[in-house]
Structures are given as structure tokens and as C-alpha cells.
């Protein structure tokens, strides 16, 4: 197996993370490498207890061991392991049409796009074996809170099909450790300004032996909270606005006893709750406060980060 020191640049490579998938592993390789013949294939093993390793270097790719577990992690791997000048990673379970890929890599590029991604489209019929019901729910509930605050049209946050500039795999800091990855690309593109598409892909059922490695619940709070940390990093505006907002209506709703005793008596006799709704008022006022300031910082952040991108794209693999 290669190590990661010794992975040449191409132009395009294309990025399979897997874990325990034996069973689908080498037809994903094949497939790919039929549409995509010039392209590089890396499969990053993480951590497998099955014949992964194998079955992909027999199909012909270059085989990566990723030992940390966790696909956020690989996927960092990846992205600081291999050059090229685009990137197309995709899952390695077989859900994803091989077919799909030199359309979605000839949009990206004509549209100069950092991030494009295939928008799982599944017939009604075929719904219940590809998605377990919560995850479609999550996915439209998670979309659903990007186009509110991100103002993006995003229609499939978790999509494992994606293609990639240079400059976005270079330059975007990830921290994710699991499948909440993908919520966190898709976040870190729209607030840093780069410009992202989608494209209807078709997108099936695990063949029969392939099992998911998905938790719904589990990672679903992960994803929320992943969500949430980020809008607080990248839209504090909007985070801390938002719960200033909150705040300053419960101070007012919890104060209005307090106000109306004043207002009758000129003698407040509900003390407890005047103290609650003047604390709540405090809290509101610095959340305010901690909005504006880190507002101005993300602006200078985003600014310094631009200067980076900009220097970025004058620079080619070696």
C-alpha cells in the first residue's frame, strides 16, 4: 500500500472512503475507473476488519490506511494526502452511479464551482430500502435550516457524492470526526463564500450483504449540534441576535407581572420575578453585545481567508 508521502498528483483523483466494505468495494472501483480512465482512485481503508484492503487493490486502486475511525477523519486524510486539481470522492457502498461522475466533474468545472454535489433522487417505489424514513426527515429538516440561514438553495446536505476544486480541499478547515462531515463541508462553503451547485444523481439501496454504518439517532444529534456550532462560528449574527431576541421575551414576559404591580400599586410584589426578567435582560443585552463583536471578527476572518484563496489559485501541484 502506498503511503501517503508517496501519492502522485493527477488531475483528477477520485476519493473512496471505506470502512467494512468488502462486499461492494471493487465493483465501486471498476465502475469508476471505466468512466474515468485517466483518473487516479484511492480507497482510504479506515480501519476495516474485512477484506476491503483486498478486494480494492485487486480492482486496480490505490490503497490508503486511514487508522483513525471516524469518516471525518478520513476524509481530512484524504484531502491533505492527495493532490490533484479535482476531486471526486464518493462512498464506497455501490448506492452511487459510477455514470454520473464525468457530468458532475464537466459542470463543476465549466461552472468554476469548489464544491459540487449529486442530489440523491430515488424512485417512490425504491424510497424505504435507500433511506430509513428519520434520515429523510433529518435531511429535509437539516436543509430546510441552511436555506434560513445561509439564504442557499441546498436541497441534499448528506450526499456522500461530491466533486471538488483544489482550492476548496486546500483551504477549507474541517473538524468534524463523523458522518456529520458532510453537514460541515456543505456550511463551511456557503459561509466562506465559495460557490457550490448540485445535480440530480440516481441513487439506490446497499446490495445485498452491505450493511450501513449509519446511527440514526446518535449521529443525527451529532449533525444538529454540528450545526449549530457552526452557525454560531459563522453566522453569530444571526446565533446571538437570535438569542438575545429570546431572551429579551421571556425578560419582558416575566417582568409584566412585576411592571403591572408598579403600575397599579407603585409597589412591586412580585420580587422573585422582577429579579428574573432584570437578569434575562442583562443576558439579552450582552448577547447582543457578543453578536456585534464577533460579527466584525468574522468579517476580518473572512477577509484574511480570502487573501489566502486568492494567492492559492496562482499555485499547481508539484
Not at 491533505?80 to 486539481?85: G, K, N, P, R, T
Not at 466533474?105 to 468554476?112: D, F, K
Not at 462553503?189 to 465559495?194: C, M
Not at 440530480?200 to 439517532?217: E, F, M, Q
Request: contains cysteine.
Amino acid at each position: 500500500m502506498p503511503s501517503p508521502k508517496t501519492l502522485e498528483p493527477s488531475r483528477v483523483a477520485v476519493l473512496i472512503p471505506c470502512y467494512n466494505e468488502e462486499t461492494t468495494v471493487g465493483s465501486v472501483v471498476r465502475d469508476f475507473r471505466a468512466v474515468l480512465p485517466a483518473a487516479a482512485i484511492y480507497v482510504f481503508d479506515n480501519a476495516s476488519t474485512d477484506a476491503t484492503a483486498t478486494e480494492a487493490e485487486n480492482a486496480g486502486a490505490a490503497v490508503v490506511f486511514s487508522p483513525q475511525p471516524g469518516k471525518g477523519h478520513v476524509v481530512r486524510h484524504m484531502f491533505e494526502s492527495v493532490d490533484a486539481d479535482w476531486y471526486l470522492m464518493v462512498d464506497g457502498d455501490a448506492t452511487y452511479p459510477a455514470a454520473a461522475a464525468p457530468e458532475m466533474l464537466e459542470r463543476a468545472i465549466s461552472g468554476r464551482m469548489d464544491m459540487f454535489s449529486g442530489r440523491r433522487r430515488t424512485p417512490e417505489s425504491d424510497l424505504r430500502a435507500a433511506y430509513r424514513p428519520l434520515h429523510q426527515w433529518g435531511n429535509r429538516l437539516v436543509c430546510c435550516l441552511i436555506r434560513k440561514a445561509f439564504g442557499s438553495p441546498i436541497d441534499d446536505v448528506f450526499s456522500g457524492y461530491r466533486a471538488f476544486s483544489r482550492n476548496f480541499v486546500k483551504t477549507v478547515p474541517l473538524h468534524s470526526s463523523g458522518f456529520q462531515i458532510e453537514v460541515e463541508m456543505t456550511l463551511q462553503a456557503l459561509s466562506k463564500g465559495y460557490r457550490v451547485g448540485e445535480m440530480d444523481v440516481p441513487y439506490g439501496a446497499r446490495p445485498a450483504g452491505s450493511h450501513s454504518k449509519l446511527n440514526t439517532y446518535s449521529d443525527g444529534l451529532l449533525v444538529l449540534t454540528a450545526f449549530v456550532s457552526i452557525c454560531r462560528d459563522y453566522r453569530p449574527g444571526l446565533f446571538f441576535g437570535f438569542a438575545a431576541l429570546a431572551l429579551a421575551l421571556l425578560s419582558l414576559i416575566s417582568g409584566a407581572p412585576a411592571l403591572a404591580d408598579y403600575w397599579i400599586y407603585q409597589y412591586v410584589y412580585h420580587v422573585p420575578l422582577a429579579l428574573l426578567a432584570t437578569g434575562l435582560g442583562i443576558l439579552s443585552a450582552l448577547c447582543l453585545c457578543v453578536a456585534l463583536i464577533l460579527k466584525t471578527q468574522l468579517r476580518y476572518h473572512n477577509e484574511l481567508h480570502s487573501f489566502l484563496r486568492r494567492g492559492f489559485r496562482q499555485e499547481k501541484p508539484e
